[in-house]
């Protein structure tokens, strides 16, 4: 197994991002049915659970904190409206008679990769927003309160959040009227981004990390700390948060750790699913925010 730490190091990422999404836009572009994309799903996820064992970034963050069965919740809950939302983006496009606007002359590669590059903006721009206004945050918050990053807590969110960041990334799409078979295209690859950018893999992609929004610059985010919490927003790729002037990466000489995750301000976030889905509802103090979520924080 030691000899295959290195292996998975550099190949995990090319695999999940190449290999995996590049086979499902084949399938796609051939005229495959739709039904084969769920076991190409799962075929991603056994691969990255495999990944994060064989090369870990934190073996503890392999064994359940109590928190898997939840988090399996949460990823079938949030996927099936990541596949919802985008799936109907055609359909919400012919009510508003649009279509016109779509590039459809492009390759099906092509108009994916413009469909990620919008929505991606759009999510981006929604997550950033999360850590500045107040009643976002309560949202935004449950998935903050994760203590270890692997590949299930990529959509360990409350739903309503969830579908707050999936409209602002789907709502120019329908603009543009983007067609179905590119719809559910771009809902895979979400799903495969999200395994990737919290996937608990040491991975090695040299300065692809300044582009890619994946786990190596990810973990940065999840610090407790809302100084470094406030950084590296980006779903698919870091270019809005060199714009923005939130990307951050510096090389550490110890990995980030369970007690460096979380929210500082609450500790003791409820850790159930039902809770999770009730507290942001729940009375709650300035005190229980981060800084950076707060009018008074410095910029």
């Known amino acids: 197994m030691i000899h295959l730490r290195p292996l ?5 990422l090319p695999t999940m991002l190449i290999g995996i999404n590049g086979l499902a836009l084949t399938s796609l572009a051939s005229g495959a049915s739709f039904a084969f994309l769920p076991p190409l799903l799962l075929a991603a996820i056994a691969l ?16 359940s904190q109590g928190d898997l069965g939840r988090d399996v919740i949460h990823a079938v809950v949030n996927e099936g409206l990541n596949v919802l939302s985008v799936s109907s ?12 606007l ?6 099906l590669v092509l108009q994916v990769i ?14 950033y927003a999360s850590h500045r206004l107040e009643w976002l945050w309560r949202f935004h918050a449950v998935h903050h309160s994760i203590k270890r990053l692997y590949g299930f807590n990529g959509l360990m969110k409350h739903p309503l959040h969830q579908g707050i960041e999936m409209l602002a990334g789907t709502a120019p799409l329908v603009v543009l009227g983007m067609p179905l078979d590119v719809g559910i295209a771009i809902a895979f690859c979400t799903a495969t981004q999200l395994l990737v950018q919290h996937a608990n893999v040491d991975l090695r992609i040299g300065p692809l990390r300044r582009v890619l929004a994946v786990a190596t610059v990810h973990r940065f985010h ?24 939130t990307f951050h990466y510096e090389e ?16 003791n976030y409820p850790v159930r699913y039902l809770d999770q889905l009730r507290r942001p509802f729940q009375p709650s103090t300035s ?13």
């Open 114 to 127: 413009f469909g990620l590059f919008v929505l991606d903006f759009g999510v981006t721009m929604a997550h």
């Open 102 to 107: 779509w590039p459809g002359h492009w390759s």
């Open 8 to 12: 998975v190091r550099w190949l995990y």
């Open 222 to 245: 999840h610090q407790g700390s809302p100084v470094l919490g406030d950084v590296n927003f980006g779903l698919f790729t870091t270019i809005w948060d060199h714009l923005l002037g």
């Open 48 to 63: 990255t659970f495999g990944a994060e064992r064989i090369a870990p970034y934190q073996r503890n963050w392999n064994r």
């Open 89 to 100: 983006v055609p359909l919400i496009a012919l009510a508003f008679g649009s279509g016109a």
């Open 252 to 267: 550490r000489t110890t990995p980030f750790s369970s007690t460096q995750m979380g929210i500082d301000a609450e500790p």
């Open 287 to 299: 005190a229980e925010l981060p800084a950076l979520a707060r009018s008074d924080s410095p910029s």
